[in-house]
């Protein structure tokens, strides 16, 4: 799975990625900054702890992330070369393991 955070990493840096709707829509329901996102997919602590290859929408990701805020995101994000960010948002607590890797 690093080739996944390597391709979404290097898109990220490129600037060569989209945003979807829905995901706009999600960061001002929660109140998420935009530009933590990116942010956070770049930091040290990023990992994908599960892959979609057969996603009904299509082959993605779900990764975990820290913003520059200090805040944990799950972000889901279509295969590179082409990074469509689908969702984001903070896992929540009583559904994840302390570590927010594992349901």
Known sequence: MSDLLDGTREAIRAKSYVISVHMLGRLLDR?????????GLLSDSTEVIEDYPAHHLGPC????CRGPSGRWYH?????????TMV???????????ADFRRR
């Open 75 to 83: 972000v889901v994000s279509s295969y590179p070369p082409i990074v």
């Open 61 to 64: 990701c779900l990764i975990l």
């Open 87 to 97: 969702t984001v948002y903070e896992p929540d607590p009583p559904q994840w393991t």
């Open 31 to 39: 109140g998420i900054d935009l530009s933590d996102v990116p942010h």
